[in-house]
């Protein structure tokens, strides 16, 4: 069977289908999932996947979904997987989105209809110059789209269903691993990989159709915590030292024409304030402290930390705790001792017709982690573009791309065995 020449996709309606299913993840929830409702999609996948004949297909009590396609070829091949997540980012609402196919896209400005404010400008997203006489998916303007990750899930599904359909394409074992709580850095805490039993995996939770990313930032977090003194105000001259002011100053203190994602690109770090709450006598302070040089993390955390001494120096009554945690590593530190399974999902991407365009992405995604818990696992395009907001959308004929190019990468896993 020649591939390319399958036109049967049904990718956009398991795409729209899935959207619609709100899975907000949240980063204060200690529960695993962070949200119960991210459940409702899975569920569903699970039932879509028994459908397509795939037995072994399980919801667990965490959250993820695990799969396996039987081999059909008498050769050994590597176990090869196939990775999205199913929550969507907590920066935009995920509840009640309304997908719109905008049809044979001719480089129009797209307002979206429930929020004329809302506008995707043909000059504010260059990629949308590749996209003339393409469908165009967004939500309505009152909701994120749910293209990151949903569009991965959706190529995942419908490459299932047409591998189960289609014999004729040889492939070894293929697992489908669809995770919660990416988007909140805990995509894969409890991934049980024995169980999954792949060799090697692929995310599919890229953007630009005809891209792979074998590099992402090293990241940490960091919480800070602030003692003050607390005091009635009406008698606190000289006595009162408020946690919350320290925690706004600091902040205040960080560098502004480096270090910060405003004013970085390419391979620069970052020292990110994400989150500062509190009263006057306790506050609390999170970062996200990344870098593409692992080593680079270590310098930043010292450089803040040295801001807060700084601060602090002038607060003698206040005390502070500084908690360093890592949270993923550049996947190109693994990826670079497994050359393979980049290779093969190039020339997959090639296969599928468009040029292959290796790159880093100034993020993490699942892949990271997974490759440092032995599952080599670059990040290859889904279509979606501007994440985590309301101006989110993908195209219908770069999913189908993303489609062709898993059906390419399981044929040349087995073609090369």
């Known amino acids: 069977m020649e591939i390319n020449n399958i036109n049967d996709f049904q990718v956009a309606e398991n795409f729209k289908r899935y959207v619609q299913i709100d899975t907000q993840s949240d980063a204060q929830s200690t529960t695993v999932p962070s949200t119960e409702k991210q459940k409702n999609l899975s569920r569903l996948l699970v039932e879509e996947l028994l459908q397509l004949g795939i037995t072994d297909a399980h919801l667990d009590d965490l959250g993820y979904v695990y799969a396996t396609i039987p081999s059909n070829t008498d050769k050994k091949v590597p176990v090869i997987c196939f990775c999205s997540h199913v929550d969507t980012s907590p920066d935009s609402s995920g509840t009640d989105v309304k997908p719109l196919v905008h049809a044979n896209y001719q480089g129009e400005d797209l307002v979206l209809p429930d ?124 006595k009162m030292v408020s946690a919350l002011k320290i925690a ?62 700084s601060v602090l120096v002038k607060y003698p009554q206040a005390k502070f705790t500084f908690e360093v945690n890592e949270q993923y590593r550049n996947m190109k530190e693994v990826l670079d001792q497994h050359p393979r399974v980049v290779d093969i999902a190039l020339m997959g991407i090639e296969r599928a017709g468009m040029k292959a365009e290796k790159r880093s992405i100034r993020g993490g995604t699942d892949g990271s982690r997974l490759s440092f818990m032995g599952l080599p696992c670059p990040n290859i395009f889904a279509g979606g573009h501007a994440f985590h907001g309301k101006q989110e959308w993908v195209s219908v004929q770069d999913m189908q791309k993303a489609v062709l190019t898993i059906l390419h990468i399981v044929a040349l896993w087995e073609e090369v065995s």
């Open 115 to 238: 929020d004329e404010n809302v506008v995707i400008r043909f000059s504010e997203h260059p990629d949308l110059k590749e996209q003339i006489g393409n469908d165009i998916i967004t939500a309505s303007g009152k909701t994120l789209l749910g293209a990151d990750d949903k569009a991965g899930v959706a190529e995942i599904m419908d490459a299932a269903r047409i591998l189960m359909a289609n014999p004729e394409i040889k492939h070894g074992d293929i697992k489908i691993l669809f995770t919660p709580d990416e988007e909140i850095g805990r995509g894969v805490d409890h991934a049980d990989l024995k169980k999954l039993g792949a060799d090697y995996g692929y995310t599919m939770d890229g953007e630009r159709a005809g891209t792979l990313e074998d590099e992402t930032f090293s990241a940490d977090g960091v919480k800070i915590k602030i003692d003050g003194v607390s005091i009635h105000p009406g008698y606190a001259k000289n």
């Open 248 to 309: 706004a100053e600091i902040v205040e203190s960080l560098p502004k024409d480096r270090l910060s994602p405003e004013t970085t690109s390419g391979k620069d770090g970052f020292v990110h304030p994400t989150n500062l709450s509190g009263t006057v006598e306790e506050a609390s302070l999170g970062f996200i402290i990344r870098d593409h040089d692992t080593a680079n993390l270590a310098k930043h955390e010292a450089e803040l930390e040295e801001i807060v001494k």
